[in-house]
C-alpha cells in the first residue's frame, strides 16, 4: 500500500500570502497519478488537481501541482478568505489512499 | 449535470446493520467507477473500496475488505454499501465519488455526504 504523508499539518496564513503545502508517497508513484481535493467544513472534498499538475475544470489558477515520483506539492498563489479548508492528495496508482491532511488555517 | 445524490443520515444501535446508496445521474452510469469513502469525525479520509456498475467489478482496501460489501444495481443507477454488526467505531461520514474516466483516474464528483451515527 502506498502511504502518503502531507505536511505540514497546519499552515498559518494570511491572506494574500502564498501557500506551499506537501505530499510524500512511501512509494514511486507513476505516470503521476496523484490528486489533490479542498474541504471545507461540512461540505465533501472538491478536485482542485489531477495527474498531479493539472487544474481541474472551473478551479482558479491561483492553485496549481507540481511534482513527480515520491515528492509533490500543491501551492496556492495567494490565499483568498475561500481557501482556508483542509486540503488532501490522494493516489491512484495503486489501489487508492489519501494523505491525513493540511489545514490552511488564518493566521 | 453530473450528481451523486446519497441517502440521509442515519442512527443505529451496535450490532445493528445499514446500507447506504449513492444514485447517480446526468451522465451514463453504468461506465463509470464510484468509490466509497469514509471520514471518521475531524478525521481525514480513508478510501474504502470501487466497483464498476456496467459488471460489478469490485476492489476494496485491505483495510476494508471482509468489513463491508460494495454492489450495485444498475437499473435504479445506484451504488450501495453494506455495513454489518455495526460498532461505535463506524460512526463517520460516508461518501461516494465518480472516478473521471478509467479506472486508473482521479474522483471528480462527490455525493453530499451520508452520517452515520451508532450508540447504544
Known amino acids: 500500500e502506498i502511504v502518503l504523508t502531507q505536511s505540514p499539518g497546519t499552515l498559518s496564513l494570511s491572506p494574500g500570502e502564498r501557500a506551499t503545502l506537501s505530499c510524500r508517497a512511501s512509494?514511486?508513484?507513476?505516470?503521476?497519478?496523484l490528486a489533490w481535493y479542498q474541504q471545507r467544513p461540512g461540505q465533501p472534498p472538491r478536485l482542485l488537481i489531477y495527474d498531479a499538475s493539472i487544474t481541474a475544470t472551473g478551479i482558479s489558477g491561483r492553485f496549481s501541482g507540481s511534482g513527480s515520483g515520491t515528492e509533490f506539492t500543491l501551492t496556492i498563489s495567494s490565499l483568498e478568505p475561500e481557501d482556508f479548508a483542509v486540503y488532501f492528495c490522494q493516489q491512484y496508482d495503486d489501489l487508492r489512499t489519501f494523505g491525513q491532511g493540511t489545514r490552511v488555517e488564518i493566521k | 449535470e453530473v450528481q451523486l445524490v446519497q441517502s440521509g443520515a442515519e442512527v443505529k444501535k451496535p450490532g445493528e446493520s445499514l446500507q447506504i446508496s449513492c444514485k447517480g445521474s446526468?451522465?451514463?452510469?453504468?461506465?463509470?467507477?464510484i468509490a466509497w469513502v469514509r471520514q471518521l469525525p475531524g478525521k481525514g479520509l480513508e478510501w474504502m473500496g470501487i466497483i464498476y456498475p456496467d459488471d460489478s467489478d469490485t476492489r476494496y482496501s485491505p483495510s476494508f475488505q471482509g468489513q463491508v460489501t460494495i454492489s450495485a444495481d444498475r437499473a435504479f443507477s445506484s451504488v450501495y454499501l453494506y455495513l454489518e454488526n455495526l460498532r461505535a467505531s463506524d460512526t463517520a461520514t460516508y461518501y461516494c465519488a465518480r472516478q473521471s474516466g478509467s479506472y486508473w483516474t482521479h474522483f471528480d464528483f462527490w455525493g453530499q455526504g451520508t452520517p452515520v451515527t451508532v450508540s447504544s
Open positions: 446526468g451522465y451514463y452510469f453504468r461506465s463509470y467507477w
Open positions: 512509494h514511486t508513484i507513476s505516470t503521476n497519478h
